[in-house]
């Protein structure tokens, strides 16, 4: 028996040493295997020529069909080569020939490292050689790899203001290369300042786009980009709010939920999760009994003696212990379910790095591009609900709220530090935005905000 375990075991040894001393050259076939398919993609689609999506062989659907694969590639090209650094870093590919053929009764697989080692290592440099050429038409000078974007994003934080909506220019599926500076061809609003006023530089502006032989055809495009960005940023809003409410529904009520209700069957499980509970507990008990005892004397029912009265009210309490419990439970589940949540709203944001430039796009353009009027009402609604006068009340309701939610002792005292101090950070932010941007960007709103709030 002994036998039999010790020679099993050293069985799994070599196994996994086989396995850590096949790591690199694994590696190095994988990333050689993505950067042959890039290959194959150039020749066969592009000419032999770099995969971009300024190419005019193809439409653009199909042009980012391919900027796809070439990103899912470099990917695995670049995970692979990170693997094999560091797993060469342990295993030196030099010294494996020698480990390998030991392992022989392992399978017929160690048959192909019986090369030598000078030729293994004319074969991984070769390897690794063509990777380094197929990289390089996608790598920058600094090192950096071509970022391929439906839509480009300006470096400013306003992307336009309501008045340059029409003039939009072509910034669709443009590579967004660091050896050549991002910069959208539209001039954003906190860069507008000139000598003249901005209302004749449009009318000249309009009367030159008008005379334009392709301004149909730029009308058509700038409606094309406004729409993706529109389609993308309003997936990704979906995509923010669905994904935290499943995952926290799901993992509730099929994961969450099961686990701790097994784990609670046949022990003496918390009646009472905190104090709150338990006094509202015990003011739900009391008030049944005091109605009983007021019907039984006002005659409102019929005469129930005083033993009759205690062994209802006693009933009531059984009852409201399995209740109390019940929830008690739920906080417990509420507590794990959320945490759960949180972390898939954290992946997706993780995951989701060009949605997020594309949404702060969209965003700016709505905000920016509302009028006046519509700008300072906003401002004012939000201040007045969230740091005005009567937000107290509210910030008490969704604290109490939260708090019963997860099972949580309401603290007065934490209560009112956060309705003394969060409020406080959210005005000085509102009112910073207004002096750092909407001030600079659109002055007759902040005119209009401050007349309507006084």
């Known amino acids: 028996m002994l036998l039999t375990v010790f020679t099993q075991l050293k069985s799994y040894f ?180 000139g000598i003249l006023p901005r209302s004749l530089l449009r009318t000249f502006t309009r009367i030159k786009r008008e005379l334009d032989p392709q301004a149909e055809d730029e009308v058509i495009k700038n409606f094309r980009t406004s729409k993706i960005k529109t389609v993308i940023s309003i997936k990704f809003i979906l995509l923010l709010i669905l994904v935290p409410l499943l995952t926290q529904q799901v993992t509730k009520n099929f994961l969450v939920g099961p686990i701790v209700d097994r784990l609670s069957i046949g022990k003496d499980a918390e009646i009472f999760l905190n104090v709150d509970l338990e006094e509202e507990a015990f003011m739900d008990l009391e008030r049944f009994e005091k109605e009983l005892k007021f019907k039984n004397l006002i005659g409102l029912g019929p005469k129930i003696s005083e033993e009759e009265i205690e062994e209802q009210v006693k009933n009531k309490a059984i009852k409201m212990k399995e209740e109390y419990a019940d929830k008690s439970i739920n906080a417990i589940k509420n507590v794990l379910a959320d945490t759960l949540s949180v972390v898939a709203f954290a992946g997706v944001i993780f995951t989701s790095k060009e949605d997020i430039r594309v949404l702060k796009s969209f965003i700016d353009e709505v905000v920016y591009g509302l009028s006046d009027s519509a700008k300072a009402f906003i401002i004012i609604l939000f201040t007045d609900i969230f740091v005005g006068y009567h937000s107290p009340h509210g910030w008490e309701v969704i604290l109490k709220g939260l708090s019963r939610h997860l099972g949580l002792p309401e603290n007065e005292e934490f209560n009112f530090l956060f309705i003394a101090t969060f409020p406080v950070i959210l005005d000085t932010i509102f009112k910073y935005w207004i002096f750092r941007y909407l001030n600079r960007i659109s002055p007759s709103a902040v005119a209009t905000y401050r007349n309507m709030n006084e």
Request: aromatic fraction near 8%; charged fraction near 30%; charge should be positive.
């Open 14 to 193: 070599l196994q996994a040493n086989q396995w850590l001393y096949g790591t690199p050259e694994r590696s190095l076939d994988q990333a050689y295997q993505a950067a042959l398919k890039i290959k194959a993609i150039e020749d066969e689609h592009f000419g032999g020529k770099k995969i971009s999506l300024n190419s005019n062989e193809y439409g653009k659907s199909v042009t980012s069909y391919f900027v796809a694969d070439l990103k899912k590639y470099l990917n695995i090209v670049n995970l692979r080569l990170t693997e094999f650094k560091a797993s060469r870093s342990v295993v030196n590919l030099s010294e494996q020939n020698p480990a390998r053929r030991n392992f022989n009764s392992l399978g017929d697989q160690t048959q192909r490292y019986s090369m030598s080692g000078r030729e293994e290592s004319s074969i991984i440099i070769e390897k690794l050689n063509f990777i380094d050429e197929v990289l390089a038409r996608y790598t920058s000078k600094k090192g950096k790899k071509d970022s391929y974007s439906l839509v480009t994003i300006p470096k400013s934080n306003v992307v336009k203001v309501e008045e340059e909506n029409i003039e939009k220019k072509r910034v669709i599926y443009q590579p967004i290369s660091s050896t050549q500076e991002t910069v959208a061809d539209v001039e954003t609003a906190t860069d507008k300042t």
